[in-house]
């Protein structure tokens, strides 16, 4: 961890550029080399955006289930760190991804909101995790905090599976079950480049924000420990 404390503000400077170039080449892919979608049109386009953004919520959340589990294993605050920038970052992204779901729904299903398998259990997600870091504002002790939220941290991520599988477990709903054959991504070709290529966006902007709130977290420590030293 103190490799990271040290070189975290080489590797967010990295991670911003990098980030800004693929956004960049990104808009370009979706808009511009990717094919019309024959049936869905325009809306379609906000499906480039709207699957990075939920993969990326899933790592936000493993990391809280990894953090917490880290921390009521050694008893060590980095951990818990880790678990808390995990589902802020985690938070954020489950909010992207239902307002686009959103956006995308009422063109093509006409509603923005329905109660689907997946769209239910993914609010699940967002109000479990939501009363997640509303549990560590309200705890002042740290070290309980820190148990208490390692705890829901832990159970609450027995949602994320659901929401991934709700398609399959529950059948009913908007979202479809795909069926696809081995190497075959179900989609052309170049709808499946410009694809991956916002896939690596995401996973850049996830990292450089959860970067950014993990040095944040840490720089707060170290300023409460210079406090209670003096």
Known sequence: MKFLK???????????????????????????????????????????????LAIMCYVGFLFTFIGSIGFLWKKDFVWDRVAVCG???GVVFTILVLATGMFWGKPIWGAYW???????????LLIIFSGYLILRSRVEDETLRAKYAAVMGIVGYADVPL??????????????????KAGDPG????????????FVTFVLLFFLVFIQRLRLETLKDDVERLKTQR
């Not at 109660?115 to 699940?124: E, M, Q």
Request: include cysteine.
């Open 187 to 198: 989609m052309h070709p170049d709808m499946y480049m410009a694809l991956k290529v916002c």
């Open 87 to 89: 589902a802020e970052t």
């Open 114 to 124: 329905t109660w689907d398998p997946r769209l239910t259990t993914s609010l699940i």
């Open 6 to 52: 040290d070189n975290a503000p080489i590797a967010a400077d990295i991670l911003a550029v990098a980030t800004a170039v693929f956004m960049a080449l990104s808009a370009w892919m979706v808009f511009n080399y990717a094919p019309m979608e024959e049936v869905m049109g325009w809306p379609q386009k906000i499906f480039y955006f709207h699957v990075p």
């Open 163 to 180: 929401v991934h599988y709700s398609v399959k477990l529950w059948s009913r709903g908007i979202h479809p079950v795909l069926e696809k």
